[in-house]
């Protein structure tokens, strides 16, 4: 059985320890420029998900055209993120809802890709779709958050991952986050990076 991450199976809220990226409280530089190169990797999974999926569809039943029809669509709400976070420090917008609602549409697509193995194709791009969102998560909550290499390169990919080196070892890595990242100002930040594959946020 395809297994989706059970946060995207529930029908929850945003987290509530969400923190950055509200109108009143704006994403910090290095947290927008977190949420935008995790946006161009979110647009380019979703893309390639949706590819996926349609190469494989056959002659599709009236089920299977609805599922390619969300999946479609919620490629089109993550390029429309994306062109978003790239206008972000132009426009401010509410970034948590946005997520939210791009969470909202992603559930419907986990539940259908993990009871189906005829969309086992799409369900490699579609786990890094619903990782880079649980990171946007973490980015608001006020964490670091490692930015993953892009598996297709969007026409902005220099500017977005600019900051973001790839191919680094983990201490440079860790090193550049704590550079770039807004919430540098605290002296006990490098003890509040999360160890790689987890989602525990800092005690208040």
Do not use: C
Request: net charge positive.
């Amino acid at each position: 059985m395809l297994m989706v991450p059970a946060a995207l199976r529930a029908d929850a809220p945003l987290d509530p320890q969400v923190q950055f990226g509200t109108v009143d409280n704006p994403l910090r530089r290095g947290q927008f420029q977190t949420m935008r190169a995790l946006a161009h990797y979110l647009d380019g999974n979703a893309r390639d998900a949706a590819a996926s999926a349609n190469k494989t569809r056959g002659n599709p039943s009236s089920r299977a055209r609805k599922f390619l029809a969300s999946l479609d669509e919620f490629s089109r709400s993550a390029t429309l993120f994306h062109e978003r976070m790239d206008d972000y420090e132009t426009h401010h917008r509410d970034v948590p809802a946005d997520v939210e609602r791009l969470e909202r549409s992603a559930r419907g697509v986990s539940d259908t890709i993990r009871r189906n193995q005829a969309w086992a194709a799409a369900s490699g791009e579609w786990k890094e779709v619903v990782d880079a969102l649980g990171r946007m998560k973490r980015v608001m909550a006020g964490l670091a958050v490692e930015v993953p290499p892009a598996h297709r390169r969007l026409r902005d990919y220099d500017r977005d991952y600019g900051p973001f080196p790839e191919g680094r070892d983990q201490g440079y890595e860790q090193y550049q986050r704590k550079r770039v990242h807004g919430g540098t100002d605290d002296p006990d930040y490098r003890s509040k990076v999360p160890t790689p594959g987890t989602n525990t946020l800092p005690p208040p």
